[in-house]
């Protein structure tokens, strides 16, 4: 099972493959919200993904990127977490929580 450690909590858990970032963080209780269910139509799950990880993700849909244009504190790195689909390549994975979201503190 491939790891993904969340700052700045600096938790690290395990995901299933096949499962998304979003969905990984929500059965671990990390504070992640995702108000459209991972369904693509908000960007209230925008994580920050490490440098050394992000050319390692599938490329940015357009979709994706149109939303990304909405989140709260958008960088060079930022992705949604309902697109990052967890693989065993992905084992190790390091991404931020901002601590804010859309319409929510997170901390």
């Given at each position: 099972?491939?790891?993904?450690?969340?700052?700045?909590?600096?938790?690290?858990?395990?995901?299933?493959?096949?499962?998304?970032?979003?969905?990984?963080?929500?059965?671990?209780g990390i504070p992640l919200e995702g108000a459209c269910e991972g369904s693509l139509a908000c960007s209230t799950c925008h994580v920050i993904v490490?440098?050394?990880?992000?050319?390692?993700?599938?490329?940015?849909?357009?979709?994706?990127?149109?939303l990304l244009d909405r989140a709260f504190?958008?960088?060079a790195k930022s992705r949604l977490g309902c697109q990052i689909v967890m693989t065993d390549a992905l084992d190790g994975l390091r991404v931020t929580v901002p601590e804010y979201s859309v319409n929510i503190k997170v901390r």
């Open positions: 099972m491939p790891k993904v450690t969340f700052l700045p909590m600096d938790i690290c858990v395990e995901a299933e493959v096949g499962d998304t970032l979003l969905e990984t963080a929500h059965a671990h490490a440098p050394e990880w992000y050319d390692r993700l599938e490329a940015l849909s357009e979709d994706e990127e149109d504190g958008l960088t």
